[in-house]
């Protein structure tokens, strides 16, 4: 299972705070699962989750660019972070 | 190697960047700084300088009067992530301790939002580390601002000048 979780400004775009997916090939990587996503929720996620800013992390770390996931990963879409 | 310290010489004291007494706390109640400094220097056992930031709410943002902030995070990652920016300033300069609090949540303009408090032997490293701290988490821990005023409700956007203060660290040679 992968456990995908929305913040902030995605979330209520999406009007979806998370979701879970079983885990499988065809979700093997962040970009599959990202795709994956597209297929799920249609234009309007592909055009939300496609925006350049956003941010991506797999088990509650940045990551940059692609990487491969595991069952039980953790992944979550966020815009830019504005604390403090 | 720990410091000898003229102060209070039967004291441990916490080797740098080792024994750093390091704290996070993410919550929705408001705090006491005072409180929370003399916490840091029990820590710190009493040395040397403590250096401490408070950021309050605005009562307007980028012209606009702002009633009422709401503050959302990602549990989990928020503590993990500020706890790296701690544990980055502590191997950088020799530190005691070193805390954050962030509220989240429901806050009111003029509230109390944030507080980093740094405890050093020497004032030098006190400084920098703090400002070091509040400049990272500004742009890595996982909060989200959305103000709420007399216009409506909008997420806060990053700001191009926050990244650029945290990335003028990469240049700097530790102190």
Redesign the interface.
């Known amino acids: 299972m992968l456990t995908v ?1 929305f ?3 995605i979330r209520e775009e999406l009007d979806c705070p998370g979701l879970e997916l079983p885990w499988g090939e065809t979700v093997a990587d962040l970009d599959l699962l990202q795709a994956r996503l597209y297929t799920r929720g249609g234009a309007r996620w592909q055009e939300v989750l496609g925006a350049s ?1 956003v941010i991506r ?1 797999v088990n ?3 990551v940059t660019g692609n990487v491969g996931l595991r069952d039980g990963d953790e992944i ?1 879409f ?7 | 190697m720990a410091m000898k310290s003229p102060f209070s010489p039967l004291l441990p004291v916490a080797e740098p960047g080792v024994g750093t007494v390091l704290a996070v706390s993410v919550q929705a109640d408001d705090f006491d700084v005072a409180a929370l400094q003399r916490g840091l220097l029990a820590g710190a056992h009493a040395e040397g300088a403590v250096a401490c930031f408070t950021g309050y709410v605005r009562a307007a943002n980028a012209g606009q009067a702002v009633s009422v902030m709401e503050l959302e995070h990602y549990p989990g990652m928020t503590e993990r992530s500020i706890r790296g920016i701690l544990e980055q300033a502590s191997a950088r300069w020799q530190l005691l301790a070193a805390s954050v609090v962030h509220r989240v949540g429901r806050l009111q303009a003029g509230d109390q939002i944030v507080w980093v408090g740094v405890a050093s032997a020497h004032r030098e490293a006190a400084f920098s580390a703090c400002e070091f701290i509040m400049d990272f988490l500004k742009n890595e821990a996982p909060f989200w601002k959305k103000e709420l005023g007399p216009r409506g409700a909008h997420w806060v956007e990053a700001r191009a000048q926050d990244r650029a203060r945290a990335a003028r660290w990469d240049d700097d040679k530790p102190v």
């Not at chain 1, 966020?78 to 403090?84: D, I, R």
């Open positions: 979780l913040f902030a400004r800013n992390a509650q770390a940045v979550a966020f815009p830019p972070v504005t604390g403090g």
